[in-house]
Structure formats: C-alpha cells, structure tokens
C-alpha cells in the first residue's frame, strides 16, 4: 500500500501532544509515517516525544531550534518519505476514519489534493462527543460526498472564499514537489501555500463532511493579543495578491478584498490592547491605514467582503482612531 506522510510541528505542545498522535495512529493506516518536528520546545514535548517513539516504531522526531512552524513543515516535507502528505497542527485531532476516507476520495477521483471540513472545540468533553459521533462512514452523499474543481474553480470557490486551510487536507506529494512554505511568516503561510500550489494542481477535491478537530486554544496564535506577527496575514494576502492577479487579471478585486479583511482583523486585534499598549501600537494602525486607503475607495471590491465589513472599512479609512476607540469599546 501506498504510504502516507504526517507532518506534525510542536511548540511547547507536551500537554496535547500525545492525544493528537493517537488520533493520528487511530486512522488504521497500514502504512504510516508520523514525523513529529519539535521546534524548540522548552517544556516537557521532547519527553513526550521520547516515549511516543518507543512505544510507535512509525514515529520520527525531528528536533529544531525555534524556527518557527514554516520552517518545521519545510523540514517535515523534506524528510517524509509517503507518496501522500497531510499536516496536522499538535494541538488539534483527526476525526476516526478521516485519514483512510480522504484517501478513498483522493484515488476515486484521482484528485491531486483531498480536503475536508473540520469541527472546533475546546474542552475534552467536547472532543469525546465529537470523535463518538464523527466517524467518517465508508460512503458520503449529499453534500458530504465530495465536489472537485480545477486549480481555477478551485481559487475562486476556495481560497477566495476563506478555504485557505493547508490542514484537512491530504496531498499527493507529486502535487507539492518543490513548493514549501513561505519561512519567517507565522500568520497567512498556509493560505501562501496553497496558492503556490495552484500552478501544479489538476483537480482537488472537497467534502463537507468535518473530519478534521480545530482546538481553539486559548493560549493560540489566533487568540493571542497583537504582537506585530499580526501583521504577517496582510502581508501574505499581498504577495498572493501579485499571483492571482497574474493567473488571471479578472480575480483583481475578489484578492482586494481579502487584503481588506485581512487588514480590519489585524486593526480589531490592536484596538483590543490596553490604552498604553494601542499608543505604543500606532505605527501598526498607520501602516494598516495606508494599505486600506489605496483600495478601499474603488466600489467593486465591497460585494466580495463578508457582511458588516464594508461599514468598517469605510469607518476606519476616514477615521482610523476613532474606530479603533469605538472597537475597543464596543468589545468590551
């Protein structure tokens, strides 16, 4: 059988570590491959790691000196040695069976790159309950059964449409090659990835069936208070911008308008600091400004933002502190 590749990069990750490589192990794949990247790991991780190892003959643990989650799938792809990839973040979960059924999916419709939904949660009742009643079935309908589209179909109806995901998803390796993430960038580098993708990809295939088990870690990038890695999901979206619009002009406004959304998320980020903190923040929300200014006065791109966006991106162009005060406000 055809071996799969799981890339698992870890940071400070020895209190969930191990429930993640069970899901992963749980998958009943006769032929895996786990390859666990601890990425400069000062807490208990490299222990965990030592005992996963000697119980599972197909771990590997590839050690890193803190050079960000990037550069550990850079090295995971370097090293795993499947002709399927999938990346699973270690403090999330596989479903029971998603593995095995993104697989299936993959050769029935000889796809290059198999993706599913995913569920989120946040305490371990939650996950019982999800991973008992989640259980990817041997044959999907509706919905459920998979839709494919070409690396065009696959832009437009996905990444521009927030499916900016690399995990969920199981890629032939061929499809990957020599792509790899873009190194030094924490926020957006997925998204990057997958668009990077594009050129080489035939046909991807999606299912809505929600396999994959999102943990929304309270201590988590996403939920952490602006440092200016925030600022990486605007810079991504940027140089995807000059690929899109190179593969095809018309797509000009829809990758405008992530660059949109993705500079307001950054701005609700600074307006939740401290007083103190938001002043010492300024030169962020200036940059934030400048960057919206220069597309957020051409009507085309509004109908591409998600509801209620296009009053704030209007708001914060003509008074950046004041809607930076009225968030702060109203949040809290």
């Known amino acids: 059988m055809e071996q799969i590749s799981v890339i698992v990069p870890v940071h400070n990750g020895a209190s969930y570590?191990?429930?993640?490589?069970?899901s992963?192990?749980?998958?009943?794949?006769?032929?895996l491959e786990v390859l666990i990247i601890n990425d400069g790991s000062t807490d208990g991780t490299a222990k965990v790691c030592e005992q996963l190892c000697e119980k599972h003959g197909c771990l590997r643990v590839i050690t890193l000196p803190d050079l960000g989650v990037s550069a550990a799938r850079n090295r995971g792809l370097e090293q795993a040695q499947g002709d399927y990839i999938m990346f699973v973040d270690a403090d999330d979960r596989l479903c029971p069976g998603v593995l095995k059924s993104l697989h299936r999916l993959l050769l029935q419709t000889d796809s290059d790159m198999a993706g599913c939904s995913f569920v989120a949660w946040g305490t371990p009742a939650e996950w019982e309950r999800l991973r008992t009643e989640s259980e990817m079935p041997e044959t999907?309908?509706?919905?459920?059964?998979?839709?494919?589209?070409?690396?065009?179909?696959?832009?437009?109806?996905?990444?521009?449409?927030?499916?900016?995901r690399c995990w969920s998803k199981l890629y032939r390796r061929e499809l990957i090659g020599q792509v790899r993430f873009r190194e030094g960038l924490t926020i957006g580098e997925d998204m990057l990835?997958?668009?990077?993708?594009?050129?080489r990809m035939k046909q991807a295939v999606e299912t809505a069936y929600p396999g994959y088990g999102y943990y929304q870690n309270p201590v988590g990038t996403m939920q952490r208070p602006f440092t200016p890695d925030y600022m990486d999901q605007i810079y991504c979206w940027e140089m995807a911008r000059e690929l899109i619009v190179k593969r095809?002009?018309?797509?000009?406004?829809?990758a405008d308008a992530q660059i949109m959304v993705a500079v307001m998320l950054t701005v609700g980020k600074i307006a939740m600091l401290s007083g103190k903190d938001r002043g010492k923040a300024k030169e962020y929300v200036r940059v934030c400004r400048r960057k919206l200014k220069g597309i957020a006065n051409k009507k085309e791109r509004y109908p591409y933002l998600p509801a209620g966006y296009g009053m704030k991106v209007r708001l914060f162009a003509r008074m950046p502190w004041l809607y930076v005060w009225l968030y702060h406000c109203m949040k809290l």
Do not use: H, M, W
């Open 24 to 31: 992963i192990l749980a998958q009943g794949c006769e032929s």
């Open 140 to 164: 999907l309908t509706g919905e459920e059964e998979g839709r494919t589209y070409n690396s065009d179909y696959y832009l437009k109806e996905n990444i521009l449409r927030g499916n900016t």
């Open 193 to 199: 990835f997958l668009v990077e993708l594009l050129p």
């Open 17 to 22: 570590l191990k429930e993640c490589i069970d």
């Open 248 to 254: 095809d002009p018309a797509l000009s406004a829809q």
